[in-house]
């Protein structure tokens, strides 16, 4: 190789590794950040993270399956148990296995399961409740409790918290549960049954519900609106002539908070009954407990009517009580037949209270005349209270809206409310954003008013959806209108 050419390869070497020498300088820079930062950071080892608890195996609503688990991060599954509870509506919180085995053993490889169907209308729960206590600790007892003991959020470690959908209707645009139970349970104490022969909805959309008697045994019905509210106005619309049911039965229309037993469950009644008297008064509206001076407040239905209305207006001032003939709502002054203002001190505050129908027998005693009992609900209609007028005027709407959910973002639900000026064919659907449906909330006829529907982050086949960002359309009458909502899980 002559001396020009070897001259020129060494100035190109020369030129590249000076062009090199920077791109190299910051890799090593950055990589040595790197490893400092990993190495900065503490380890965290079974022994210093938290422990959690999780169902790996939830067995479905009816089933006698067990309940199986799973604790992560113990170094020492020997050093605790896991206490179990099943609440069974209305007969309360059950400690399982059984009273005299009110543990579970965790396996060597953390796992553990549960005899969750020991008796009764066990598999029947709606809800399960799993605590991971250290050795030695003993949980309280729970024999039908409304609500759990506070202790056991301070004594454990952690915690794992399901519910289970029993059989489910749809009715004026939402879901409900029915209610079942294979034992006397409340109120009543009844059995209650979830057969489509104690309640169905019929092709006009009619909720029917009825006490049965099938072999001796009589079977009640109640249904649970998987929404919860709070403020704002329940309407039922009713098409039977409650004033005339046997003196033994019962129509409740109300709410409930199965998790509020300090503030009795945040029941609201309107009820239709002689309560085992045939001279007693026929229909009372209470604010519940009842017992308490100026809590109740008895009335008389009118005889011989079919179609009626009933509405209380729950705000933080007061609940006002309407009744009236027809189903006209809002009630109007000349067909309102009986009303009662409740603004004690006391008044219920917003929680998770569910509003629940229900069709029982007073102490469990059958029908005086023996004979099977039918109601039909016409409607439940749910509106929100004012937010620029007085909360006791009703509403004027003007125009279609539809408006922003709340909260937003959200987990697990959000709250959805529009408003229609008049009677309309309404349709709200969410969507991903490649416009495909994820779930129809609304497909039904409106009156005119604010109304409100709430998204449990479901799809059509009731399936969980991922974190995201969603629409919801509204279409009525011409009008559409789209908004965004963010599920974050």
């Known amino acids: 190789m002559n001396q020009a050419i070897w001259a020129k390869l060494n100035s190109a070497k020369s030129s590249c590794r000076l062009s090199w020498f920077p791109f190299l300088a910051f890799t090593l820079i950055l990589l040595f950040s790197i490893e400092v930062d990993v190495f900065s950071k503490p380890v965290q080892t079974a022994a210093t993270a938290t422990p959690t608890l999780e169902f790996t195996s939830v067995p479905p609503y009816g089933s006698s399956e ?6 992560r991060n113990l170094t020492n599954p020997n050093g605790y148990k896991i206490a179990v509870y099943i609440f069974i509506e209305g007969a309360g919180w059950w400690t399982k296995p ?35 206590l250290p050795q030695g600790v003993v949980p309280p007892i729970s024999a039908g409790l409304g609500c759990l003991p506070d202790t056991l959020d301070t004594i454990s470690k952690a915690q794992a918290f399901v519910e289970r959908d029993s ?3 749809s009715f004026s645009g939402y879901e409900w549960w029915v209610k079942a139970s294979f034992e006397s349970v409340g109120p009543g104490p009844c059995i209650f049954s979830d057969s489509a022969e104690n309640v169905w909805v019929d092709t006009l959309g009619q909720l029917h519900m ?19 509210f709070g403020y704002g106005k329940y309407v039922f619309k009713l098409a039977s002539d409650v004033g005339q049911i046997n003196e033994n039965a019962v129509l409740g229309l109300f709410t409930w908070d199965n998790d509020a037993c300090a503030e009795f469950s945040r029941e609201v009644d309107i009820e239709f009954s002689r309560f085992g008297n045939v001279a007693e008064l026929n229909a009372q509206y209470v604010i519940q407990p009842y017992y ?5 407040f008895k009335w008389q239905f009118p005889a011989s009517l079919k179609l009626s209305t009933h509405v209380f207006e729950w705000t933080p001032d007061s609940i006002d009580f309407k009744s009236g003939r027809g189903h006209e ?32 027998l007073f102490n469990g005693r059958p029908p005086s005349d023996l004979k099977e009992l039918e109601v039909v609900i016409n409607r439940f209609e749910y509106h929100a209270l004012p937010t620029s007028v007085d909360r006791h005027e009703e509403t004027k709407i003007t125009r279609y809206a539809l408006l922003q959910n709340y909260p937003n973002p959200f987990n697990p639900s959000t709250t959805i409310r529009f408003e229609v000026p008049k009677p ?66």
């Open 292 to 296: 308490e001076p100026g809590n109740l």
């Open 167 to 169: 059989r489910t209707i």
């Open 98 to 132: 059984r009273f005299d085995q009110s543990l579970v053993t965790i396996l060597p490889d953390s796992t553990w399961n549960a005899d969750i169907t020991t008796g009764g209308s066990d598999i029947n729960a709606t809800r399960i409740r799993a605590f991971l």
């Open 329 to 360: 709502f809002p009630v109007r002054r000349d067909s309102l037949f009986k009303s009662w203002v409740y603004k004690k001190t006391d008044l219920p505050t917003p929680g998770k209270a569910h509003a629940r129908i229900n069709l029982w």
């Open 210 to 228: 009825k006490i049965t008697n099938k072999g001796g045994i009589w079977s009640c019905s109640e249904v649970i609106l998987k929404n919860t």
């Open 424 to 489: 309309s064919r309404v349709s709200i659907k969410i969507y991903d954003l490649q416009g495909r449906e994820i779930r129809t909330l609304v497909e039904e006829k409106f009156n005119a008013g604010q109304f409100a529907r709430v998204w449990d982050g479901r799809n059509n086949d009731k399936q969980p959806v991922a974190s995201g960002v969603y629409l919801i359309k509204m279409q009525a009458s011409g009008f559409v209108n789209v908004k965004k909502l963010v599920l974050v899980r």
């Open 66 to 71: 067990d309940l199986r688990g799973r604790v």
